[in-house]
């Protein structure tokens, strides 16, 4: 079962990379499938806030296209029927109640019913009908406010369970704060533990908000978050872990789920929902006067705090080039980079570069990799980072430096000048005697096997691609600014002798491969966020031969 594709960093890639893999993956040849997937997507349908009194009901504004061609790449991809839709709210409301039901009689665990300063709930006693009654009555009372929302669900009846005295059905108040979704909930808890710790709101608020622009699975604790909370509060922390442990021993830690990277744990929040809202709305969970879920900061605020994190990270950086960045920082620090807008020397300096393994300053600087005195360094090791491979830090030092010769060439005095300045505390493997390298500004990308073939296309959004067959039969796409692969590659036959683009108006393209056997196809569509990933599909030899194309001898289609 795989549930939120759409809650990914990448939902498009999650589905042409891994999912449609799997669903091509049969027990023997032309036998069954090898397995059975349940896939859950979140609605494209947008619920609006009732009425008092009211439930929440489904809104008649048209579904966005971004959720709806979600939907549909995942049919496409997976060659699936027609979907069950889940978010009918009447349908939903009876697995609510139950669901709210065994979360509230469920046994307590770890913290024993009760948060850290607060007295212990006493366990569920089943010869109580009256605690059962009022268990299934405020499980039915959830059910109706939150439908069709399992998260607002959820959360309401973590709240009820670290209340001493459990509201009625029909409280008002109550109900209002239901109807007001997740953000109101957690505005109320962050309210609520800011009273029992006699902690500021404001820093609990900022430890949860940390997490919301943590890159990758996560945040770590150690020596990252404590920095990141001290530098986006507004108010001064004294002691940002005493806070994060707070945090963590009060109700405020089901916000926040783990995951494990580079064999550290990492810290998130539950849900995009809730990363959004501590992103751009922290103002309305510190209950700050006429503002609400609704209003959001600007742009340039989110630039402005991926900013101080930049900042603040660079000063956790070792002086010395011999010595590691924190994995997270080498993983993921120009990711913060590239969303603060800050790609240049100063915010990445040379001595972090060979520690780098994301792989992805190419993409951040952008291609071709021009070259300036500001980005000087960071242009150079563009130019040479798909070679890298798996060499050593050391290695990778002198690689820099014989890049940055290599880009001085015909830069005259301010190339020459950039590329003989001293790199700081930068000790030679090898030291030149003199340089010819011309390293070439517009790489794209490395391949295993001689190219047999290359072809560019736009797509209707604008996107470009390149397309690549080589001499082993694999095709392979990628986006030529930011020398990003888009999809698997994928091996139709031996030797890819051709490659054409068949475009129609008002339709993604396809791209036709000529190869040593037979052709196949590969279809392009627009992904939501302006990208795009490729399905795959084979064709049967006679699909592409007729009036627009003949066949040679060895199989191969020319167009």
Known sequence: MVDGIDEARNPTRVITDLIRPLTQLRMHTDGPPAARLLLGVRSPREYETAVEGEARRPSTSTPTAPSTDLLGLLIRATHSGNPIRTDDVEATRGDIAAYVRALLQAPYEGQGGAEEGRPELPALDRAQPQLLYQHRSLAAAVAQEVSPSFLDARIAAERLRSMRVLPSPDDAWWRRTLREGTEALL????????????????????????????????????????????????TPVADPDAVIRQVMASRLNGYLTTAIEDERTVYRPIHERISETLRYSPQFLLGLPDTGPAERFPQVLITATHAQLVWVFGELLPPAPDQPPHPYLRCHLIGHVAAAGLVDDLHVPWRFLPWETSGTVRAALGLPADFHTGAARLAAWARIEAFLGDAGAVARADSLRLSLLGTAVGRGAIGNMVATQPLPGYRPGVTPRWNQLRVPDNLLARTSTPLASLVSFTLPDGSPLVAAGDQGGEVRVWDPRTGTE????????????????????????????????????????????????????????????????RRNRRGAVHL
């Open 486 to 549: 888009f999809g698997l590659p994928f091996r139709p036959a031996p030797y890819v002798r051709a490659l054409a683009v068949l475009t129609a108006p008002a339709e993604s393209p396809l791209l036709a491969v000529g190869t040593d056997l037979r052709p196949a196809e590969r279809r392009c569509r627009p992904a939501p966020d302006a990208r795009s990933r490729v399905r795959p599909r084979r064709l049967q030899d006679q699909d592409r031969t007729g009036p627009a194309g």
């Open 187 to 234: 505005r109320e808890d962050l309210g609520e533990v800011a009273r029992w710790h006699d902690t500021p709101a404001e820093h609990l608020m900022t430890v949860l908000r940390t997490s919301a622009f943590g890159q990758g699975a996560g945040l770590p604790w150690a020596d990252i978050w404590p920095a990141a909370v001290r530098a986006l509060c507004l």
